[in-house]
């Protein structure tokens, strides 16, 4: 294998450029400028390959920040929905600025062994949706600009021109896997077209949806990692590609590990002297008894409390002096970036409560697989959130239920530390809004008004194929048996053509649709043209191109108006 002829000094000089670069990039505008890495740019540039590449991501990432940005001044918001097919994808660009790809739906719909919001669908499952509608969006960019480039300028005034290029946002789950796994899959987004992605900092392989547990997160350390080494992967590709950062602590449950002290506020010991949890449902197993019921009772005799609150439950009156010292000792020590830990906790109650005998053990409670328990406030994922805050550009905190409170302290207590943040906000299938205490009024203003008061400048319903797609499927199904073509014509065919059929209403189907004006000529305006003029080119010669772009005689057009639906 030849070595590269090239004298250190000419290395070096290369090497130092390539540094000196980077950090201006990262300087060269407000959407770098916000971001704060926990590595220098020599190190970034050491790991490139000396093969320099132009990602679209980057195009479709700035265009996704202005949109963002235009949002945030005008106090207005993005609304979109969750897709996985191109065809979809191509009618939104009408209503649409942006195209959420859900691992939900992907992991639906998208494998070969189907499963409901696991995350346990292969790690480049979602990444290859992207490119899937991404490469679709192109497709749909081309035919659109041949079309009307059939037309001379003067008439093409009044046809179709719709921006097809609507910038992907996606899931990226937990990361599937180590650090690697996450670098493999920010690649692979990156090279897919996305403009965003978006990682969690819940627990892999731990979703339970039927036993009535919530969900499990990882330290704080561990999800500022998975951030980290996704955005160090794409300044190595030198991308602009944004990075979404999702916490979904709200409403969790368990946490996986208690070595990072940041977490120890909320973890849940027991406060009274029982057998390890554990020990008590291998207990109920063996002996064939119901295991959810064994652990409500040991939930029940256990008296789970944080440290902070068996403090507060132990100390006596006599002692409330002492308490609110102890209280105002942890609240001192209490900073943006640390908290005490458990050890500091037990010195401090100690310190200032030298009499009072706290009983607290989080090992007790722990469950079979090992994961803590937890109970985590509005404060925790406010905590995660401003830590996490630096290593993207928006931040998503997802909710289990719409707690009118919790939207709002959440919101604004990240704004109070960063008041430009964009955020972003996710809807799940489930949400009682009235139930939760919401009028209607407010629940048809939330989108716009929570982007004024709170920066939610993207909102989206991941799993609107879920609901929606087959509610529209099982609509046209009931259409189709009861009304036959008939009803298709009327139904489907004639608005999506803009033909009026009369006397074709059929089998008491009724009529509902409204017949577009002019129609959309799709037969024509389907891609025919396109593929036509490829060959063309490639066949005909300079005088048929000039033909087929209209610039000749003999061209056949099609209709000049082509409405898209």
């Not at 009499?355 to 404060?379: H, I, K, M, Q």
């Not at 401003?386 to 919790?406: F, H, I, N």
């Not at 000039?546 to 108006?561: A, I």
């Amino acid at each position: 294998m030849p070595e590269i002829q090239k004298s250190l000094d000419a290395e070096q000089a290369e090497f130092d450029k390539e540094v000196a670069g980077i950090e201006a990039w990262w300087s060269s505008s407000a959407k770098q400028r916000q971001l704060k890495r926990p590595y220098p740019a020599s190190r970034i540039a050491a790991l490139r390959s000396s093969i320099k590449q132009h990602y679209p991501s980057s195009d479709m990432a700035l265009k996704l920040w202005e949109q963002m940005n235009e949002h945030q001044k005008n106090g207005t918001c993005e609304l979109t929905f969750g897709c996985t097919d191109p065809l979809q994808a191509g009618v939104m660009a009408k209503h649409q600025q942006t195209i959420y790809v859900s691992g939900a739906l992907c992991g639906y719909s998208q494998v070969s062994q189907p499963g409901m919001d696991h995350a346990d669908y292969p790690w480049d499952t979602v990444p290859g949706v992207v490119n899937k509608v991404f490469r679709s969006q192109q497709w749909q960019d081309q035919r659109q600009r041949q079309f009307r480039f059939l037309y001379p300028k003067e008439e093409r005034e009044g046809l179709d021109n719709f921006d097809f290029l609507t910038p992907i946002v996606a899931d990226g789950d937990m990361g599937f896997g180590g650090l690697t796994h996450t670098m493999k899959m920010t690649r692979a987004f990156v090279e897919a077209g996305v403009a965003m992605f978006h990682l969690d900092d819940l627990a892999i392989g731990t979703k339970k949806f039927t036993t009535g547990e919530g969900r499990t997160v990882v330290p704080t350390s561990e999800y500022l990692s998975r951030l980290t080494v996704a955005r160090m992967q794409i300044d190595i590709m030198g991308a602009e590609t944004m990075l979404l950062c999702r916490c979904d602590t709200d409403h969790s449950s368990y946490i996986t590990s208690v070595t990072d002290s940041r977490d120890h506020a909320w973890i849940l010991g027991a406060t009274k002297p029982v057998e390890p949890l554990s020990k008590v449902l291998s207990q109920a197993m063996a002996e064939g008894k119901d295991v959810l019921s064994a652990q409500k009772e040991w939930l029940s005799s256990a008296d789970l409390k944080t440290f902070d609150d068996a403090v507060a439950a132990a100390a006596s009156d006599s002692s409330l002096d002492g308490l609110k010292a102890y209280q105002g000792a942890i609240k001192q020590a209490t900073t943006a970036t640390s908290t005490p830990s458990l050890t500091e906790r037990k010195a401090l109650a100690t310190q200032h409560l030298p009499d009072t005998n706290v009983l607290f053990n989080w090992d007790l409670p722990r469950t079979p697989e090992g994961s803590y328990r937890w109970a985590p406030t509005v404060e925790a994922v406010i905590s995660r959130a401003l830590l996490a805050s630096g290593l993207g550009e928006a931040t998503w905190a997802r909710m289990d239920y719409p707690v009118k409170s919790d939207i709002e302290d959440f919101h604004l207590g990240v704004r109070t530390v960063h008041p430009d943040r964009k955020f972003a906000f996710g809807y799940t299938g489930g949400y009682d809004w009235l139930k939760a205490g919401w009028t209607a009024d407010e629940v048809k203003e939330f989108p716009w008004e929570s982007s004024q008061k709170y920066g939610i400048v993207w909102h989206v319903q991941p799993i609107w194929a879920l609901q929606g797609q087959r509610r529209a499927t099982e609509d046209f199904s009931r259409l189709w048996q009861s009304g036959g073509i008939a009803a298709y014509m009327n139904e489907v065919q004639g608005p999506e053509l803009g033909i009026m059929y009369p006397g074709l209403e059929s089998r008491a189907v009724e009529t509902k649709s409204e017949i577009g004006e002019g129609g959309y000529a799709r037969l024509k305006f389907s891609g025919a043209y396109l593929a036509d003029a490829l060959l063309e080119t490639a066949t005909m010669g300079v005088d048929g191109v000039q033909k087929s772009l209209g610039m000749g005689e003999g061209v056949v057009r099609g209709p000049k108006t082509n409405r898209f639906g």
